[in-house]
């Protein structure tokens, strides 16, 4: 199934509702690549950011990107070409994993902020 989180706030008589969605649970071989997915629903001015979370850590920032950047900009210990990111829309992104190995095992997290909620909306 898709994931899915909303937020949303009261704006007179209008409800401003973001969703973000990330594709599904992926399976990859060791040396392969993985492509994640992810919708930032009406956001298209603001940068996708990836999280990595394995079941005994906290989340780790990967990385940040928007559509009209010329470049990735990196958390630490991340970097390319392991990691990098693409952009089909201004509000579709993906996180791209060259050469996955066991250590790659994690939950990803899609993360942006929406201006006109004035919240967090993460997935």
């Known amino acids: 199934d898709v994931l899915s989180v909303c937020c949303m706030r009261w704006a007179g008589l209008s409800l401003y509702v973001t969703v973000v969605t990330q594709s599904p649970l992926i ?3 060791k040396g392969e690549t993985a492509k994640l997915d ?7 001015d603001e940068s ?41 829309s201004k509000s579709d992104y993906s996180l791209i994993i060259n050469n996955v190995d066991v250590d790659d095992s994690a939950v990803y997290y899609c993360h942006t902020w929406d201006k006109t909620a004035k919240e967090y909306v993460s997935q």
Do not use: M
Request: glycine share 8%.
């Open 48 to 88: 996708a950011r990836w999280y990595k979370q394995t079941p005994a850590g906290v989340p780790q920032f990967v990385l940040r990107f928007r559509h009209d950047w010329s470049s990735v900009k990196y958390g630490s210990g991340f970097s390319a070409p392991k990691f990098t990111s693409t952009h089909s």
């Open 38 to 44: 992810c919708n930032l629903g009406t956001v298209t």
């Open 27 to 29: 399976t990859v071989s």
